[in-house]
Nanobody
Framework: QVQLTETGGGLAQTGGSLRLSCSASGRTFSRYAWFRQTPGKDREFVAAICQSTSGMYYTYYADSVKGRLSIPSDNAKNTGDLQMNSLEPEDTAVYYC?????????????????????WGLGTQVTVSS
C-alpha cells in the first residue's frame, strides 16, 4: 500500500561520505530503519530510530557501523536519513529503508525487519578500496 523510496546511494571512496534518504510522497513516520544486503548473505540490520510516547527519539546501531553511520534527528522532525561517514569497503551493499507510524515499544523491536510496515526497493552503495 505504501512504498518507500531510497535515494542518495552511489559510489564512494574509502573514508568518504554519503547520505541516504527514505521517503514516501506526502508522508512522515515515527520509526525508520535501515538494512543492507550483499549477494549471498541475509539482510543485515544497520540502524534504526523510533519516537517514544513522550516524544523522545531513540537510536539503535549495529556494532559494525557505530561512530560512522547515524540517523540524525531533532525534537521537531525525523526524516530517517542515514548519514554515512568514514565509509569502508565492507559497507558495500544494497541498502533498504523501512518505516511505519508505530512508537518505540518492546512489542516492535527496532532490529526486527518483520516489525516494520513499509519498505523501499533498495539503493546501491559501493565503496571502493
Amino acid at each position: 500500500q505504501v512504498q518507500l523510496t531510497e535515494t542518495g546511494g552511489g559510489l564512494a571512496q574509502t573514508g568518504g561520505s554519503l547520505r541516504l534518504s527514505c521517503s514516501a510522497s506526502g508522508r512522515t513516520f515515527s520509526r525508520y530503519a535501515w538494512f543492507r544486503q550483499t549477494p549471498g548473505k541475509d539482510r543485515e540490520f544497520v540502524a534504526a530510530i523510533c519516537q517514544s510516547t513522550s516524544g523522545m527519539y531513540y537510536t539503535y546501531y549495529a556494532d559494525s557501523v557505530k561512530g560512522r553511520l547515524s540517523i540524525p534527528s531533532d525534537n521537531a522532525k525525523n526524516t530517517g536519513d542515514l548519514q554515512m561517514n568514514s565509509l569502508e569497503p565492507e559497507d558495500t551493499a544494497v541498502y533498504y529503508c523501512a518505516a511505519d507510524t508505530k512508537v518505540c515499544s518492546v512489542y516492535y523491536p527496532p532490529r526486527l525487519p518483520a516489525s516494520y510496515d513499509y519498505w523501499g526497493l533498495g539503493t546501491q552503495v559501493t565503496v571502493s578500496s
